[in-house]
């Protein structure tokens, strides 16, 4: 059986959908039947402008091919990213052309990776597994409601009722995107969230530091966007709480203006994306991993991937999440401190009561349950269910 899988990213891009898509790909590879064959399509690592590691366009191990489509270099603005897409887009289907396969997995952030993979499924009449990590139309809506653009958002339902409709199978990664999916396409569906991978299971976090009332370093990594809003209320906790150090790790389209609003506060240093060892590096140095989504409505619905690492470290979570999330967060660690997205005095309300307890237990209990290596093996499971009907 030939296996095709689009993922916009892959490793060594730092993002959820990379790490997602490599350990689904590690997965299927121990579940292959002698003769099958993998060919991952994806880009040159393209994720952050400030993280730049080299990768060939061409690898292959085994019974895994990984194809790499060259894109032009973006700063996450969204016309820089239609570009990066248009390219990657034009150049999996030129390549996929010529070739020939037996079933297409296609994971979508961006609505079209999912569009592609319908595409690529109806040229060569083969099954399509959709891995759906964010209700793109949902999002778009919030975002664009005040901007000229939003006339586009009807192409969008077009695209995703396209895609939707091709696949055999659906998996939503947050049990939050259960309620809009099932509305629209009464079908059934999967839910194998993110997971923590491997190298937080291993990591030397089990021991939580003592916080000093001098000095608390509150760590963030990941995207900074419009997702994201970190410019609606690091600034505000920071000039409140000079005893705070914010270190906020990675890049995105809303970066600038993070850098703008917090330029003279001296307890807020912005780093360029690392890698994987280095974050693990960082983690042991915070005493609070900090978390926040913007609070328009389409985040109400996601899951964040950080949850799942920053629960393998063993550090106090401080969230301001609403919605599925701040639910998520209640049943499955009930130490994290939640407060309302983007309102200011519910975090002074909720971090002067903070004392920085940890539930050794439930963060026990979490870490077995969310193994990044379990969920995905189940995933491929599933996944290949399709061979039956190829």
Do not use: W
Not at 7 to 32: I, M, Q
Not at 107 to 125: E, H, P, V, Y
Not at 313 to 340: H, Q, W
Request: hydrophobic share 40%; net charge positive.
């Amino acid at each position: 059986m030939r296996i095709l899988i689009i993922s916009f990213y892959y490793e060594p891009d730092l993002c959820a959908g990379s790490f997602r898509t490599t350990a689904f790909v590690k997965a299927l590879e121990r579940h292959l039947k002698a003769g099958d064959t993998v060919e991952v399509v994806t880009t040159l690592p393209n994720r952050y402008s400030t993280y730049k590691v080299e990768s060939s366009e061409l690898q292959a191990r085994d019974n895994v091919t990984i194809r790499r489509i060259r894109t032009p270099s973006h700063k996450s603005a969204f016309f820089d990213q239609a570009r990066a897409f248009r390219a990657y887009f034009i150049g999996a289907l030129k390549y996929t052309g010529s070739r020939k396969y037996d079933i297409v997995f296609a994971t979508s952030s961006r609505l079209f990776s999912a569009l592609l993979g319908a595409i690529i499924s109806k040229q060569q009449n083969i099954p399509l597994y959709l891995d759906i990590r964010d209700i793109f139309v949902d999002t778009m809506k919030s975002i664009l409601k005040n901007s000229r653009l939003k006339v586009v958002i009807p192409l969008f339902n077009i695209v995703e009722k396209l895609a939707v409709s091709r696949a055999q199978k659906i998996n939503l990664v947050s049990s939050g995107f259960a309620s809009y999916f099932q509305e629209k396409y009464r079908r059934d569906y999967s839910f194998f969230p993110n997971g923590i991978d491997d190298e937080f299971l291993r990591g030397d976090f089990n021991s939580p530091r003592v916080i000093q009332s001098d000095r608390v370093i509150f760590t963030y990594t990941g995207n900074i966007g419009e997702g994201q809003g970190l410019e609606k209320i690091v600034p505000k906790i920071a000039e409140r709480y000079k005893n705070i150090e914010f270190r906020i790790v990675g890049d995105g389209g809303r970066r600038s203006a993070l850098e703008e609003c917090t330029s003279q506060l001296k307890n807020v240093k912005l780093m360029n994306p690392v890698n994987r060892k280095e974050l693990g590096e960082l983690y042991n140095q915070s005493d609070v991993l900090f978390l926040h989504l913007n609070n328009h409505d389409a985040f109400r619905k996601v899951l964040p991937s950080k949850i799942f690492e920053y629960a393998a470290t063993y550090r106090p979570i401080i969230a301001g999440v609403e919605g599925y999330a701040k639910e998520f967060l209640a049943d499955y660690l009930p130490d994290s401190v939640i407060f309302r997205s983007c309102d200011f005095d519910d975090f002074c309300r909720k971090y002067d009561q903070f004392n920085g307890a940890v539930d050794l237990k439930a963060r026990k209990e979490f870490i077995a349950k969310f193994s990044r290596f379990a969920i995905m093996d189940a995933m491929a499971k599933d996944f290949l269910s399709l061979r039956m009907s190829v």
